[in-house]
């Protein structure tokens, strides 16, 4: 039986420090509300809500107090909480924003996840770089960061030191375009769905895309989450690319281990997005006793609620998991593809999202 | 006398190695190889949508133990060609904190390490294990740091 004790004072800080984020967001917009300048200066020019409280006092309790290792275990599965609260968003969408906002989506993430993975895994072939760190760039810079990594390193058989730096530098990335962009967009006025496209079609890492599209606001939250699951469901095409770039054209298959291209497919595919558009498509056809997000005491108003809380918790992981010693690793080869793939995205990814405009992008709801 | 010599397969471990048996040899010496394997790899498994996992974990591990045995057995080619009798011994945990364990279980009086050559910008960013290793031995404990030049 797995000893699931060790994760209880861990998850137990979190959940503490996901509740007094909350409660200062909400104390800092009372007080905004009530016209005190020092928190409209926190709330609209430092954009200091739940997210930026929890990630950034996240970092800063990571990175100067010791954390006792006893907590280690409850921070690293507080972070996966997301997902949850992704599979519960689905109750913000109906079929027409997935047919809208996902089949543009599902352009342009297809443009930009094989645009980068192609063009990132042909120029490291072509300059010397190992198969493994070409592989793992490929896939962690063009799908979902350090998810991709992990669902093609064993495939393209990268080795340890060469994960180590790739990693590094996805989360250093990662990082600072979760830091940046917010920021990037307002001083620009970029509208929130625009925003949600452009983080999830630039920022490398999902864990920080999902923070930086909640704390830029919930409209940019829903678009982002919407291309962001077009973008996963590339996933697993984009393993079975590497593993043909790098193994099945090169020959360089294993002679004693067939490879099963539908397992690894299967293997390689998020099956909770199934449970996402489940809920998209009971919302959709408007079931009376399910009610809706804004159908006030109705089981959707209620896992609306938790979503948010699914939220607080994982961004608190998200933080307290967010370690100088880890972007440290970044280096190598993989800090320059890092580094060149993350600015191109970012600014390809803004260009085509001011051409196509808000209203393609925005999430109606039901 | 006792020498330690950290030993994680890389080019400035080979180069530390080679001076740990040579300074073993001169002073008839106890050597002692410690390679670490560190789990850093395996915490990210539970990624928000990381997909194969348990297959994920089952190759870091191959790979770690894969690059533990290669160490060891060039670690051993060496003492065999120097005719040193050596010990190799494998630690799991991070690298600091095993290393100084080990040397407070079996404290040596020589410790080794392999150094890569920074730059500034690579100095500020690394983690630079023989300078952190440096700040916390017991100052009875002599240091060498070589340099992969």
Known sequence: ?366 | MRILVCADGELHSKNAIKKAISLGLFVSAEVTALHVIDPWLKTFYNEIYAQGRKQYLEYVDKCLQENAEQTRRAFNQECVAERLNATFKVRHGEPLVEILEEMNEFPPDVLITGGKCLNVWSRFKSRNLPLQLKKKINKEVSMIVVDNI
């Open chain 1, 1 to 366: 039986m797995p000893d699931c004790g060790k994760y209880v004072p861990g998850f137990l800080f979190c959940l503490s420090f996901a509740y007094i984020g909350m409660n200062l967001d909400r104390l800092i917009a009372s007080y905004h509300n009530a016209g005190a300048d020092w928190a409209t200066f926190l709330y609209e020019s430092a954009q200091l809500n739940y997210v930026a409280i929890l990630l950034l006092g996240g970092i800063v309790i990571r990175n100067t107090l010791p954390i006792p290792k006893a907590l280690l275990p409850g921070i690293k599965i507080a972070r996966p909480i997301i997902k949850p609260g992704i599979i519960i968003l689905g109750v913000h969408y109906v079929w027409a924003d997935v047919v809208r906002v996902g089949s543009v989506g599902l352009v342009l993430t297809a443009f930009f996840i094989f645009g980068t993975a192609i063009i990132v895994m042909w120029f490291c072939k072509r300059w010397g770089v190992s198969d493994g760190l070409g592989g793992i760039m490929g896939a962690g810079t063009g799908v979902c960061g350090v998810s991709a990594i992990i669902a093609t390193s064993p495939v393209v058989k990268a080795n340890p030191i060469e994960m180590a730096y790739a990693i590094g530098t996805i989360l250093l990335f990662g990082t600072l375009m979760l830091f940046t962009m917010p920021y990037i967009g307002n001083s620009i006025g970029l509208s929130e769905s625009q925003f949600g496209a452009w983080s999830a079609l630039a920022i490398l890492n999902t864990a920080q895309l999902v923070a930086a599209a909640e704390w830029y606001g919930t409209e940019a939250l829903n678009t982002a989450v919407l291309i962001n699951v077009a973008r996963i469901m590339f996933l697993p095409l984009v393993v079975l690319f590497a593993l043909w770039f790098y193994v099945l054209r090169t020959g360089k298959q294993d002679s004693n281990r067939e490879i099963n291209k539908w397992h690894l497919v299967r293997d390689k595919f998020p099956i909770f997005i199934i449970g996402f558009f489940l809920l998209v498509l009971l919302n959709s056809m408007n079931i009376q006793s399910l009610g809706g997000p804004r159908v006030a005491g109705s089981p959707f108003w209620a896992m609306n609620a938790v979503y948010t809380w699914c939220f607080a918790i994982g961004f608190a992981g998200i933080g307290l998991s967010i370690s100088i010693a880890d972007m440290k690793k970044a280096g190598g080869t993989a800090f320059t593809i890092g580094m060149t793939a993350s600015l191109v995205k970012m600014v390809l990814g803004l260009v085509v999202v001011l051409l196509i405009g808000s209203q393609l992008l925005r999430i109606a709801g039901s």
